[in-house]
């Protein structure tokens, strides 16, 4: 319905399948991690579901992507838990389907945040990586979506 950044799709995919280069994942395939642990958080091991939902990152970043499309933040563990909600949401479907190109975009900008801190730079400010959301987002909507808005609304 929606063409999604071909970059942002497969990364989508990838985590729909739980093949993200996690370190959990890396240390799985025998590669000699230094640590497991969340680069971001240093609370749990770097699985998938931890640094996308379940780190105190991700989840401040839903809770913001969810203020801001007018929708009540739940709390999600993993993707199945995340596939389950929207599949409940009691919205339109060209609503659901921006809204969930809006959260693949969301764990870009957060695997691109832990990539970050993995290799040189300091932990990410939410408010930050908020905005870049909304900024990519908006630009893929006024880009591919046959919607009409502008910035204000």
């Known amino acids: 319905m929606f063409n999604i950044p071909i970059k942002i799709n497969i990364f989508a995919w990838r985590v729909s399948l739980d093949r993200l280069p996690s370190r959990l994942n890396l240390s799985i395939r025998g590669l000699d991690i230094p640590s497991i642990f969340c680069p971001l958080c240093s609370i749990d091991v770097e699985s998938t579901s931890h640094l996308l939902f379940a ?67 300091e932990l990410p400010r939410v408010v930050l990586l908020f905005d870049e959301i909304v900024w990519l987002s908006f630009n893929w909507c006024s880009n591919s979506c046959s919607l009409n808005f502008d910035w204000n609304s």
Do not use: P
């Open 55 to 121: 780190c105190h990152l991700a989840r401040h970043l839903m809770i913001k992507v969810a203020r801001w499309w007018e929708l009540e933040y739940q709390d999600f563990l993993s993707y199945d838990d995340w596939l389950l909600w929207l599949a409940n949401l009691r919205v339109t479907k060209r609503f659901k389907g921006v809204f969930e190109g809006v959260c693949y975009i969301m764990w870009w900008v957060n695997w691109k945040s832990r990539n970050q801190v993995l290799f040189g730079s």
